[in-house]
Structure formats: structure tokens, C-alpha cells
């Protein structure tokens, strides 16, 4: 692929996919420590304290990096959080007071190295700006549709490495993220990398009408992904096809690095805003199938199709907040953009528990975030007159890899 033979888009990308790493490990990991210690609900405790205070960490080291630059952000929150992630493999999750707070340090200050990959992105793409606005297409759904890798390795490789030892998949969960934060961090693109100048409002990204419609969009569209994996555990039971429990939402994910990959591969005619409102309503289509309980084989066949529409979403919303978030807010912008996923996440699970895993639920969410476009048309219409900061003009000239 073209994206890739360009300076640093390799190293940014990997180095990036190898730090987010901590976001699918480290759920599992102390979920399964606490479990072989006995106490599974203490587990599931720790893992939403992870995830929670992740959701809130992101907007704030993003607000941070847009004041002062990414390298200092990245090495110091990547260095705390390693620090807490190796404090609690030493010391256990027996203490529940302790493990929770080590835990929820450690996803505190997971660097914000999604909105720190978003916001290099056009500082390392060559061209004109019709150009650079291919590659940028081609670069966010290369993103987005290989962090599915993340959640589907992540996991897998806690699991294998807390069956040796808990202690062993908590300090490894800490070494990947620390490697791949100061990778992204020590680059010369994010060191180069300059914040905007200029006053700025104390709301950030949040005073854009439309990047709140965006974030309102992706917090529903991220509650059917959510309730998706109670759903896949109902069905998993009622069926006794006890593989629905991984196999659903591995299977999304694979239709989500299909879709991401099928998307930046070439232009589509349209506009941005046409392309999310098509594929949100193409997503509760999608859904419909699964209300009919489907065999389980079907059923692992139907749920790639919204895992196509959900993933490709992600990639023309980043399109579209790159273009929405005012001057000097990009990776505040982008921390609420995962911020507001992670959250929808959370209601969709609880929602999806509450009805026994009904796939009405992700319906429901999925029909919401269409609505939710459809009614927000003028907005998304007529964004403010903001642009992304133009690459420094000696960009092709950074150095060394």
C-alpha cells in the first residue's frame, strides 16, 4: 500500500496499534486475576474502573497535547500508567481498595495515543490538498480498521498470559503500552508536531454544535456494538453454542476491518455527511436479522454486516472531525470521540443486560444514531469555517525514521 512506503506512516501506525494494546489487555487481565484469586466480581469492578476512567483520561491528556505538544504527554502518562499497572501486578488484586486504585491510575493515564495518531496524520501526508485528502481518507480507515486487530489479539493475549501467570499479563500489558507510547512520542512528526496559537474556549471542541452532533452519533452507534456482546452471551446459552459468547464480536470485528479496509481503498461519490447518514442507516438494517434468533452459524454470518457499517463509520467520522473541531482542539476532539464510544459501550452493555439480551437493543441504538444524523442535517450542513493546521512545508524532509 502507497500510505505505508511514506516516512513514518509505518512506524506511527504500528507503534500506535502496539500502545492501545493496554486498552483490550488490561480488562482481561485483571478481570482473570481477580477470578484466580477468587473474587470474579472484584473483577469485573476493576475492569469497568479501567474503562471508565480511560473514557475520562483521554479528552484531558488530548486538551493537554493541543496546549504543549505530544511528546512530553505521551511519555509521561505512558510512564504513570506503567508504573500503576506494574504496582498492581505486585502487589495483587486482593486488596480491593488498592487494586481499584492502581487500576483505575492506570486507565487514567493511558496516553491519548489514538488522537495523537489522528492529529499526525496530515503532518506526515505529501501533495496538494486533493492529495493529501486520499491519503488522509485511505490513512483514518487503515486506522481504524486495523485497531479491530487490538480487540481481537488484546484479549486473546491476556488470556494466554494470565493462564501463566497474573503477574506476568499485567507487567507485559505495561511494557507494550510503554514501548509503543515513547515510539509515537520519540518520532520526529510528534516531536516537530507544534500546537496552534490563540485563544481558545474554555468548552474546546465541545462549543462545535456539530462535533457534538458527531460525538451523540458515535456514543449510539457505539451502544449496539455494546449491547452486542450481552447479546452474543444470551445467545450463546439459549443455543448452546457456547463459541456465539467470543465468536460475535470477533466476528463484527472482522467485518469492521473488511469495511474499513473496502472504504479507504478508493474515493466514494458524496459527501462525508451523506456517507455516515447512509451507512448509520444501513447499520439498524443490518441489525434487523439478528430479532429473527438466527441459527448460530447465520448468525455469525449476519453480524458482520453491521461490524462493515460500525467500523466505516468511525472512519468517516474521524473525516469529518478532523474538518469540525475547531483550531487547537484536534486531540481533545478525538479524545471525546473515544470517550464517547467507550461510554456508549457501557450503556449498551448495561441496556442489552437489563433485557436479556435482546438484539432490540442495538437496533434501537443503531435506528438512534441515524436519527439523530437525519435530524441533524442543517448542522452537519453548515460546519464553522475551521481547517486542519497544513503540514510544515519541509514535512517530506523530517529526518530519519
Given at each position: ?10 512506524r506511527?501506525l ?11 489487555m ?24 479501567y ?35 506494574t504496582?498492581?501486578?505486585?502487589s ?8 481499584m486504585a ?16 489522528r ?41 494466554a ?13 505495561a ?40 460525538l451523540?452519533?458515535?456514543f ?6 455494546g ?36 472504504y ?5 461519490p ?19 436479522p ?45 479524545g ?34 441515524a ?9 452537519l ?21
Amino acid at each position: 500500500m502507497a500510505l505505508l512506503r511514506l516516512p513514518y506512516t509505518g512506524r506511527l501506525l504500528a507503534s500506535t496499534l502496539i500502545g492501545r494494546l493496554p486498552n483490550a489487555m488490561a480488562p482481561t487481565a485483571v478481570l482473570m486475576a481477580a477470578g484466580q484469586a477468587g473474587s470474579l466480581a472484584d473483577g469485573g469492578l476493576l475492569a469497568a474502573g479501567y474503562l471508565v476512567a480511560f473514557a475520562v483520561g483521554q479528552p484531558l491528556w488530548g486538551r493537554l497535547a493541543d496546549r504543549i505538544g505530544h511528546l512530553l504527554p505521551l511519555l509521561l502518562c505512558s510512564s504513570l500508567a506503567a508504573a500503576a499497572l506494574t504496582c498492581l501486578a505486585l502487589s495483587g488484586t486482593s486488596r480491593l481498595p488498592l487494586a481499584m486504585a492502581l487500576t483505575v491510575a492506570a486507565g487514567l493515564f493511558n496516553p491519548a495515543l489514538e488522537g495523537a495518531l489522528r492529529t499526525l496524520w496530515p503532518t506526515v501526508l505529501p501533495g496538494p490538498d486533493a492529495v493529501r485528502a486520499t491519503y488522509l481518507r485511505t490513512a483514518y480507515a487503515l486506522d481504524n480498521a486495523t485497531q479491530e486487530s487490538v480487540y481481537a489479539v488484546g484479549p486473546l493475549l491476556a488470556g494466554a498470559l494470565t493462564a501463566l501467570s497474573p503477574r506476568a499479563a499485567l507487567l507485559a500489558t505495561a511494557a507494550v503500552g510503554l514501548a509503543g507510547a515513547f515510539s509515537v512520542g520519540c518520532s520526529r512528526p510528534a516531536r516537530a508536531w507544534t500546537p496552534a496559537r490563540g485563544a481558545r474556549h474554555w468548552l474546546g471542541p465541545l462549543m462545535s454544535a456539530p462535533v457534538r452532533v458527531l460525538l451523540a452519533t458515535m456514543f449510539c452507534a457505539g451502544a449496539a456494538v455494546g449491547a452486542l456482546r450481552v447479546c452474543a452471551v444470551a445467545q450463546a446459552q439459549d443455543s448452546g453454542a457456547l463459541w456465539l459468547q467470543g465468536g460475535l464480536p470477533a466476528l463484527l470485528s472482522l467485518g469492521g476491518l473488511v469495511g474499513g479496509l473496502l472504504y479507504g481503498a478508493r474515493a466514494w461519490p458524496g459527501t462525508h455527511q451523506q456517507h455516515i447518514t447512509l451507512l448509520a442507516f444501513g447499520c439498524a438494517v443490518m441489525w434487523l436479522p439478528m430479532l429473527a434468533a438466527p441459527s448460530p452459524p447465520l448468525a455469525g454470518l449476519l453480524v458482520t454486516l453491521p461490524g462493515i457499517c460500525f467500523t466505516t463509520m468511525l472512519c468517516v467520522g474521524c473525516l469529518m472531525l478532523n474538518s469540525l473541531a475547531p483550531p487547537g482542539t484536534g486531540t481533545e476532539a478525538f479524545g471525546w470521540f473515544i470517550a464517547a464510544i467507550n461510554a456508549g459501550l457501557a450503556v449498551g452493555s448495561a441496556l442489552a443486560g437489563m433485557s436479556d439480551g435482546s438484539y432490540l437493543v442495538p437496533l434501537l441504538a443503531a435506528v438512534a444514531a441515524a436519527l439523530i444524523l437525519s435530524a441533524t442535517h442543517d448542522t452537519l450542513s453548515h460546519p464553522p469555517r475551521v481547517r486542519v493546521r497544513p503540514p510544515p512545508k519541509d514535512h517530506m524532509d523530517l529526518g530519519p525514521c
